[in-house]
């Protein structure tokens, strides 16, 4: 049986209800994430052929419902110039498919110095891409990375049966 999180992140990011990132964004506003006074948000990227099927990142249409609630700037600062879909991958896989595989947009380097990032995301898995984003926020200068994402999912086997992440 799918939980209710599970099938509101499966229709936001493969169904294209877009516009259910409006609920699920404002109840990741509601959650208090210790920032300094100055943060940002920045939204995790898809791959831009992910992208050109659902039309839309569901990271980005929930990141702006929580930028616009909560009053933080939206940084679009990072990039995704290759990969490949991380669904049915097991959590190796899914570290050695996107480590390095994200970018900081070129010159945006200023609007995440010194700064608090709020990395956000629709869902956890193993952790692979946020610890990707998060290392090349930080080495563009960024004084701390916390990630706020709507659900955490159990990750895949390769056989596809669900398994404690550990």
């Not at 995440?112 to 869902?123: F, Q």
């Not at 960024?142 to 990630?147: E, F, K, T």
Request: with cysteine.
């Amino acid at each position: 049986m799918e939980s209710p999180a599970d099938a509101l992140v499966h229709a936001l990011k493969y169904g294209g209800w877009r516009d259910l990132g409006e609920m699920m964004g404002a109840r990741m506003a509601a959650v208090p994430v210790p920032v300094g006074g100055d943060p940002v948000i920045v939204p995790v990227p898809t791959t831009e052929q992910r992208r050109r099927e659902r039309g839309y990142n569901q990271a980005e249409v929930l990141a702006r419902v929580v930028a616009r609630l909560r009053g933080i700037p939206l940084v679009d600062g990072l990039e995704r110039p290759g990969g490949r879909s991380q669904v049915r991958l097991n959590p190796q896989e899914r570290l050695s498919n996107v480590m390095g595989s994200f970018v900081l947009r070129s010159g945006l380097g200023s609007c995440i110095r010194e700064r608090d990032v709020i990395l956000l995301d629709d869902v956890l898995t193993t952790g692979a891409t946020a610890l990707s984003a998060t290392v090349a926020l930080s080495g563009g200068g960024a004084r701390s990375v916390h990630l706020l994402t709507f659900a955490r999912a159990i990750p895949f086997q390769a056989e596809g049966r669900r398994h404690s992440p550990n």
